[in-house]
């Protein structure tokens, strides 16, 4: 297959600094991309930071498009505009206002006007609801997301996370919700108006709340548990300073465990096999975080890394931003390109996520210049394969096979059952899935419930002759198999992408690991723990004011649930690009590289600070502030003087100090005694961007969050009483929301899929389980 999976999908990009990733998203991927942009150019190519005059994010959120020019003042151009969305496929608009606005017309105008149409309007919190006028940064969507209540010590102030990750998630989330209904739009010929909201895809796909939790966090929570607290984990991936820097290591299995008990020479405070369990190692941490400090003091990040692959122990090296882009792994997996993103200002710039039968799809040319390109298409509009207006949910009749794990493995099977796809989740009684973890009296873990409602639970040994040909039987009628195993284990438990697409030609593949594939890092065990590390997120996610060496990033999931859309939106890339070509596609997404392209705008601004170019950097403040109660904070974001300006009357002061440790100081003293929703109630009615630090239980009860329905209450009948779960990835008309199906045990349905899939009889079925090729679940189909 082509690596342009979406060549026949026309996108029409009429928005700004808000949208423009989402379409560079379409682009990578293969779709002729317009971007109108009016005679002076989008506002977005001034942006900040910029190099030589030219914005880096512009540059990089652009690229792959072409550029033409429409004057809303003109009333041919603005039928033209008509004319252009009438014949696009998507439409793509952001900000308050929106770029459409300017041409007499909205999203749902548009997506009323032309019934084909899939009008994706991406504003900071949706175009309707109490704060549909409030403004977004990343620091406010971090703080109302509960991202920001999850990050930093245990006490004092809360850290925010890198600026970019929110904005580049949102745009992830964006992507895959508008393909899903253009994917619907093809099987049924409806198309879709999406009023997506940037602060609930945060919300929904940085760091859920109610969703996935990583593997540690599942083994130490109880069910239903709404911590009003702070970070009380951050230990649970414990940095340590080595000779030339730091490294982390994660210990999740007794397996891990004892490569590391035997790395530390084996000492008697330790060998107890209570501590072949995360809950007895993290009671103890203290103490045997001291042991292996001294341990890794005195060799350097390499050998250590070395060192602990050497004993299957996860570590990685904390790398800087401008370590990770210079690394040999990222040039030698062609993850980077070097780009002019202004004349003569030549930079490393990450290409993108896409790896499609193992090539890098993603940057190919740098943005336009302003109307460089006609107002016309350059390609073909895709046909509906029907055109019966059937609603549903896009993937009805649309079957997965999924092998995959804990977050990153389990959320991509989710995000394609909520929207109609029968997914079977297989199984390995050997090798449960880490997310089967539960404290003592549980039978399901939360994360369990939340990841695999509405899938199907089916018991298999791959590994014996029998299971495989059984595994066989179903690829040859499946649409896809996902699997997030360490490179190479699914080939060699026989069934490599060669292997299954021999079995079935429009099989797709869609894998995910930590370092991708090939190349140097390709091998290493790796978390999200680890990822962060390797890529400088960790390295960002600290706080000027913290001690050196303080990083914050350890209860946070991220880049798990975006690698899982990234993922996502690659596979029904390829399933859209099979049904046109006839032949299926293997992608792989690095999560590594995933979380450098969530950064990529901070990393090119290094690259170049590196290269010793001029960088003009953004002169906003973003910084969070006592507010009344027990540990309760706010974020304000001064993105101008015009903002300090503003902040200052609501103050009821003349002026702002310059110095920024003298302003913290100034907003603390007014904040301290005052709600931290009046605060940010006051200052967003003034224009500024502001928000209360939200913790989980807060996001219930947001008014935003509640107005616009975000989330629908999922029973399961192993748990006492209902819980929050996302109703859908964003607010669809034509489209149903999720079914909520409770969350199978393993095998649960081993019995019911060996009759109604592969139509075995009940002796053969018995037969199978008594040899232990498949399992059930106390005895249930």
Known sequence: MSNRLLETLRVLDVGGAESDAVSRLFADLGADVLKIEPPAGSPARRGLPSVAGASIAFALNNANKRSAVLDPDSAGDRDRFIELAGAADIMVDGGNPAGAAAFGTSCAALADQFAHLVALSVTDFGTTGPH?????????????????????????????????VASATAAVQATWAALAAYYHRLRCG??????????????????????????????????????????????????????????????????????????????????????????????????????IADLVAAHTMDDLVAEGQRRGVPIAAVLTPAETLSSHHFRAVGALADVEVAAGAGVPVPVGPFVVDGEHVGYARPARSVGADDAAWATRRSVASSASGTAGRPFDGMRILDLGVIVAGGELGRLFADLGAEVIKIESAAYPDGLRQTPPGQVMSRSWALTHRNEYGLGLDLRH????????????????????????????????????????????????????????????????????????????????????????????????????????????????????????????????????????????????RAARLLVADHPAVHAVYPCDGDDEWCVISLRSDADRVGLAAAMGRDTLPRNRAELIAAVSEWTSSRDKTAVAEALQHAGLPAAPMNRAVDVLTDPQITFRKVFSEMTHPLFDAPMPTETGPAPYLHIAPAELRPAPMPGEHTREICQKLLALDADETERLIAEGVLFTHQGRS
Not at 144 to 161: E, K, N, Q
């Open 132 to 164: 549909a006028s409030w403004r977004a940064t990343d620091p406010v969507l971090y703080a109302m997301s509960t991202a920001l209540s999850r990050t930093g010590p245990t006490a004092g102030t809360p850290v925010l996370p890198p600026v970019g």
């Open 190 to 291: 409806a198309g879709e108006y999406i009023d997506l909201s940037r602060f609930e895809a945060v919300v929904q796909g940085l760091d859920p709340p109610f969703g996935s939790e990583g593997q540690a966090a599942v083994g130490l929570k109880r069910s239903g548990e709404l911590w009003r607290g702070r970070p009380r984990n951050q230990q649970i991936y414990p940095i340590f300073r080595c000779k030339n820097g730091y490294v982390r290591i994660c210990l999740l299995s007794a397996r891990q465990w004892r490569g590391m008990f035997a790395w530390l020479g084996e000492p008697e405070q330790f060998a107890d096999p209570k501590f072949d369990s995360i809950a007895a190692r993290y009671a103890a941490s203290r103490e045997l975080n001291v042991a």
């Open 465 to 608: 002759p029998s299971g495989a040909e059984i595994f066989e039987k179903l690829v040859a009628r499946a649409d896809a198999v996902f699997a997030n195993f360490k490179p190479g284990t699914l080939a060699s438990l026989g069934f490599s992408y060669e292997r299954l697409r021999a079995l079935n030609p429009r099989i797709v593949l869609a894998e995910s690991s930590a370092f991708g594939a090939t190349g140097p890092w390709s091998e290493r065990m790796g978390y999200g723990p680890l990822v962060r590390a390797t890529t400088g997120v960790t390295w960002l996610w600290t706080s000027e004011d913290a001690p050196e060496g303080s990083f914050y990033d350890a209860t946070t999931i991220f880049p798990d649930h975006v690698s899982a859309r990234i993922t996502a939106i690659a596979t029904l890339a390829a399933v859209i690009g099979r049904d046109h070509t006839g032949t299926g596609a293997h992608v792989h997404i690095s999560q590594a590289e995933a979380a450098v392209n969530q950064l990529a705008t901070a990393y090119v601004a290094e690259a170049a």
